[in-house]
Structures are given as structure tokens and as C-alpha cells.
């Protein structure tokens, strides 16, 4: 069945920098745009990036552009997270999404994903 494991997370200090790692298993992975989301105390979860499924596109939330990079790698069937000048507000419990068709790319809702992971808590210090 699809699995995604999500890994990378922990505790850092504003301006500091961590790189999440979603490792994906049980579908065709290159026929899939993925996606990152997060999901803060008392919030609903949001969209943080999404690459599709060659990698050739990506898309980024406001919040977080210029400072974070979604790549994949293929042969690995792991899609990256690099996360840069980090700040408090980037709190969150980080998910790894797969979009629920293959070889779509569109809209950037929670709902268009699926088959979340468990999850990878990144704590930013201020």
C-alpha cells in the first residue's frame, strides 16, 4: 500500500537550517506530483511546496518563498525539504503529501493530496 515516512525534523534556531526527507513506497512515484504541508497548534493545515512529478515544476507559499527548496529524487523515491532562514513561525508538524491523480498539477489544497505521512515536528527557537 502507499507510504510516505517523513524524517529531518527537530529544534533549531531562527536563522538556522534542516532538511526534511519523505521517503515514498507503494505506488508509481514518477507519475506523482508531492507536496509538503504543515500544520500548526490550533491551525488548519497549510501548503508549504509541491514539485511535480518529474521535478521540472515547483511551486512555493508565499510565506516560504526564497527560503525553502522542494526537489525529488527519483531512483531514491524520496522527496527533499530544504528549509532555510528559518524563523519561529515556521513552527509546525511537517507533512509529506501524494497528490491523488497521477500527472496532475494544479490547485495547492490539502484536499488534492493524500496518503499523508505521520508526520516530522520542526521547532524553531527564537
Known amino acids: 500500500q502507499v507510504q510516505l515516512v517523513e524524517s529531518g525534523g527537530g529544534l533549531v534556531q531562527a536563522g538556522g537550517s534542516l532538511r526534511l526527507s519523505c521517503a515514498a513506497s507503494?505506488?508509481?512515484?514518477?507519475?506523482?506530483?508531492m507536496g509538503w504541508f504543515r500544520r500548526a497548534p490550533g491551525k488548519e493545515r497549510e501548503f508549504v511546496a509541491a514539485a511535480s512529478w518529474t521535478g521540472g515544476r515547483t511551486r512555493y507559499a508565499d510565506s516560504v518563498r526564497g527560503r525553502f527548496t522542494i526537489s525529488r529524487d527519483g531512483a531514491k523515491r524520496t522527496v527533499y525539504l530544504q528549509m532555510n532562514s528559518l524563523k519561529a513561525e515556521d513552527t509546525a508538524l511537517y507533512y509529506c503529501?501524494?497528490?491523488?491523480?497521477?500527472?496532475?498539477?494544479?490547485?495547492?489544497?490539502?484536499?488534492?493530496?493524500?496518503?499523508w505521512g505521520q508526520g516530522t515536528q520542526v521547532t524553531v527557537s527564537s
Open positions: 507503494g505506488f508509481t512515484f514518477n507519475a506523482y506530483s
Open positions: 503529501g501524494r497528490r491523488n491523480a497521477m500527472w496532475t498539477w494544479g490547485t495547492d489544497s490539502p484536499n488534492d493530496f493524500g496518503s
